[in-house]
């Protein structure tokens, strides 16, 4: 785990601002978090079937069938990832169902310091189309990494390497590029389906603007597992709780595009470095805490908590 204290916005290369939130940024090793759910889960009396694969569903009699036996359910909770194997089947199974959006290519290296240091979170427009690429600093490694959005047409290996060239990292050699899906195009509008209920990447639950989806995993996984527990309608309640990662994941899209668009991205391009104080208001109400609040509230907040530091 590291902490990160400064976060800074790059037009291609040139760092255009960097700011210091006044909380800490915590990044964590993905292997030893999930490792640590696991434990976790387990120690509670949950069962793990480590490396248990789904291969079949039958939903008349519901029965899912794993590589080496078959497990009778009440309710599924689809949470199989970007490329969900439960979506797959439900939808050769049935025409009606409908599924999240195309997922987007990501890619991610994990660089020893030694080769590449830099500090604090710090994103890199201009790198690729309509999105950026990344560095986060995290305890002995930094990890690099971007995303292509499903709309464009580029070569993303060679623009990878290209932004790892610029950044001066040492030894490429050393480092295979690794891929993954992304569903930060439009998640599930019905996430639920017969008694399937999708969370996390499975029903496409990825805030756009940041890619970030483990909170949206974690907080539909408990929306779906309380659902189950109060009993009722399960389906229904389950897509009630849901709205709220759905607006917030809208909030997320709302930004993204802005960002697409040739007047708002040249006006936030011309502006972003002159006003650190707001990039930091942003980034702690929206990006670290997760907030519902129209843009133009957000403005009215920041002038507000302005006026009350010049006062003091
Ligand atoms: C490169 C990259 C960087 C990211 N960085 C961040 C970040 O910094 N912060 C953030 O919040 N989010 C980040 N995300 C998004 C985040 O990783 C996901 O949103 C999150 O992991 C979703 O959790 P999940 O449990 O829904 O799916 P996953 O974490 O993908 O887990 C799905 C699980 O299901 C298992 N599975 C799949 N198919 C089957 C099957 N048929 N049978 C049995 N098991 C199966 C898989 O093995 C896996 O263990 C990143 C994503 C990528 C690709």
Sequence with gaps: MSRETQFSLYDGMKRMVTTTPSEPMTLLSRPRFD???????????GRFHDGAELVGIDTINNVATLRNQTVEYDYLIAADGANSTVERIIAKQFSTFKRKDKNPLCLEVNVKREDFDMPGVNIFFHIIPDSYAWSFAKGEEVCLGLVKLTHHEFDINAAMRKFMLDLGVKHLE???????MIPVGKYMEHPSFRNILFVGDAGGFV???TGEGIYHAMQSGVYAAESVIEGGTVGQAY????EYLKRLINQGAYYQQLLEKPSTSRYFFRNVGKHPHFVNHFYETQIEHACLDPFWKIILKYKLSKLTRHRK
């Design 239 to 242: 897509e009630r709780k849901a």
């Design 174 to 180: 050393r480092y295979p590029l690794r891929g993954a």
């Design 35 to 45: 490792a640590w759910m696991v434990e976790h889960f387990v120690s509670l009396g």
């Design 207 to 209: 805030e756009p603007l």
